[in-house]
């Protein structure tokens, strides 16, 4: 009897379910899961700042099990295990100090990674290798050399990827991307990217900036990792790593995944990118600042058809949020149920009202699609229960995720090309098919990092 791979059973039990008018869910034994009750096994990775927060919402879907926690800092590690078995009430999570022993489980089927930017390549690249399916957190990488090996390493092995790019599974930003994307604004002209500047002290360690021995729970050589060897300072590691060139990106980078993800969104260009990026104004302290990534910023991104972004922090021209700008009006999105539009007809299409069970908090509701003349919403974007509840069901799917790797790659690109256009103080001309700098040697240098021993980026 001929054995059909995992792969085509899986599809064609979720052809056949659906045939026949079942729900598309399979059993998790037949996926060749093995958690208890046949839930969707899961390793969390990093308890720092999204760790909580994305762990929260896994614990809270009663088809997945949390059965490992990875982290390299004992404390943190500690309030991980607290969290997730105080929440099964039994000790079932183990703990580990090492990836690698966590992604040679055969047994756990998933992982969240929720780790500074230094250390998204190899931990992605890892569980891949290892047929895990995989929620990262944005950007995608700290370079676009790590961003197109961790796309490889999901393609080869055929993995589920959901980026926690989490405002594509918010309603006001799909509708939003919705009115671009069937021309209501007529033809896409200019797009506005608003990200934060400065820096924030979210550990609240800001005044904590002399070198130090590393406390003893930390293990601070695997904490650097690939990234360059540099003394222990707390205010610089965690939480805080973000504004240290070494290991993050700084508010460009950190944000780059969320506004210019929803730009792309309605753009058309999860697969595509710009031609072109312009540094226009930088403010960057000297590198051999504790905290050195640029708090002030604008660049200009043009793609083909004569689009124009702007990708701007710190600019009260430029509002936080996406805002795209056509011959017939605009739209713009943010975070809160943030809508409005040009057009008094479709800004009804995003209406807020207060929550009776909590008045501190309000509900969107989205209306119907009005008409416009002729013009009417046909094209309707990719919508989620959840962003966590999405990339679950696409476990047993085995169908792309709203934020699947290549999106996710893509729409953090442009943030990694305003970086080097900084860095360089010129314009960037980039081959978004081939994904590479044309004409500039010393730019495309950048695209990457030297790894520091042992460590190699390989797929």
């Not at 059993?27 to 899961?33: E, H, I, R, T």
């Not at 990217?193 to 400065?198: M, Q």
């Not at 540094?279 to 905290?291: A, E, G, N, S």
């Not at 696409?394 to 290549?406: A, D, G, H």
Request: with cysteine.
């Amino acid at each position: 009897m001929k054995r059909i791979p995992v792969s085509s059973r899986r599809q064609f039990l979720a052809r056949s379910a659906a045939a026949i008018g079942f729900p598309t869910i399979i059993p998790a034994s037949v996926l060749g899961q093995n958690a208890p009750s046949n839930k969707i096994t899961m390793a969390v990775f990093g308890w720092g700042m999204m760790g909580p927060s994305n762990t929260s919402k896994f614990l809270q879907e009663q088809d997945c099990q949390i059965v490992a926690a990875c982290d390299i800092d004992k404390r943190n590690l500690q309030k991980a295990l607290e969290v997730i078995n105080g929440a099964y009430k039994n000790q079932d999570c183990k703990p580990y100090h090492d990836y690698r022993e966590v992604m040679a489980r055969k047994d756990i089927d998933t992982v969240m990674l929720a780790l500074p930017d230094n250390w998204h390549a190899l931990t992605a690249i890892e569980a891949a290798k290892n047929g895990k399916d995989i929620y990262g957190e944005k950007p995608l990488a700290r370079t676009i050399a790590e961003q197109q090996a961790i796309v490889k390493a999901v393609q080869k092995h055929g993995r589920i990827w959901q980026t926690g790019s989490w405002q594509r599974s918010e309603d006001n930003f799909r509708i939003g991307a919705e009115i671009v994307r069937n021309g209501l604004i007529g033809k896409l002209k200019e797009v506005h990217v608003g990200l934060p500047d400065g820096h924030k002290d979210f550990a609240g360690t800001g005044d904590k900036r002399s070198v130090t021995p590393p406390p003893p729970e930390l293990d601070y050589e695997m904490w650097i990792g690939p990234a360059t060897m540099q003394d222990y300072i707390e205010c610089r590691v965690h939480k805080n790593w973000r504004w240290d060139y070494n290991i993050g990106g700084g508010q460009l980078l950190d944000w780059i995944g969320h506004h210019c993800d929803i730009a792309h969104w309605g753009m058309d260009m999860d697969r595509s990118g710009p031609n072109e990026v312009s540094p226009i104004q930088v403010d960057m302290p000297p590198r051999t600042d504790i905290w050195n990534t640029a708090t002030k910023y604008r660049a200009e991104a043009k793609y083909a058809g004569g689009i124009t972004m702007t990708i701007a922090g710190g600019h009260d021209d430029i509002k936080m949020g996406t805002k795209w700008i056509g011959t017939d009006g605009w739209v713009y999105v943010n975070r809160g149920g943030a809508y409005d539009c040009s057009n008094p007809a479709l800004k009804q299409m995003v209406k807020k009202r207060k929550d009776e069970k909590d008045p501190k908090s309000e509900i969107i509701e989205v209306a119907k699609a009005p008409k416009l003349g002729d013009d009417i919403i046909k094209t309707r974007l990719y919508e989620t229960k959840g962003h966590h509840r999405n990339f679950l069901d696409c476990v047993k799917s085995r169908q792309p995720t709203v934020t699947p790797v290549e999106t996710a790659h893509h729409s953090a690109t442009p943030g990694h090309l305003a970086l080097i256009s900084f860095l360089t103080n010129r314009s960037i001309k980039w081959d978004p098919v081939k994904e590479e700098i044309l004409g500039d040697a010393d730019a495309a240098k950048l695209l990457g990092r030297e790894y520091r021993g042992p460590w190699k980026l390989e797929v």
